[in-house]
């Protein structure tokens, strides 16, 4: 499992393009909402989970696939961009994990993934 404490993640990318990288793990039923991509790491939110991808080794080929679903979800934190500030955050607390923070960079689905994480704890 990705260390999230010690783990910090690169400004994430819009890069639908990412969703591949994890199509193979979707349950039925399950929909990707969008993908976002750092330097190599990247992040799909489906309408169940959150999946954290962490490529690993010099060739890329090993990767290691973090399952957060928002049923685990405790509390969240959604911050948006603004007119100077083009960058957003999300910070999602889990029961068994703790704290996991994203930050965006350029244009995100922020709200529409706030609105999911909320249909799984209102």
């Keep these: 499992m990705i260390d999230f404490n ?18 193979e793990l979707l349950l039925d039923g399950e929909q990707i909402v969008d993908a976002y991509k750092s330097m190599r790491d990247g992040v799909v939110f489906t309408n169940k989970r959150i999946i954290a991808v962490n490529v690993q080794g010099l060739t890329g080929s090993k990767k290691d696939f973090t399952s957060l679903p928002y049923k685990n979800i405790v509390a969240y934190s959604v911050e948006t961009a603004g007119t100077f500030d083009l960058d957003s955050e999300l910070e999602v607390y889990f029961s068994e994990v703790g704290a996991v923070k994203f930050e965006f960079s350029g244009q995100t689905k922020i709200l529409e993934i706030s609105k999911i994480i909320a249909e799984f704890l209102l």
């Design 6 to 23: 010690n783990k910090g993640f690169f400004k994430l990318k819009s890069n639908p393009e990412y969703a591949e990288k994890v199509s």
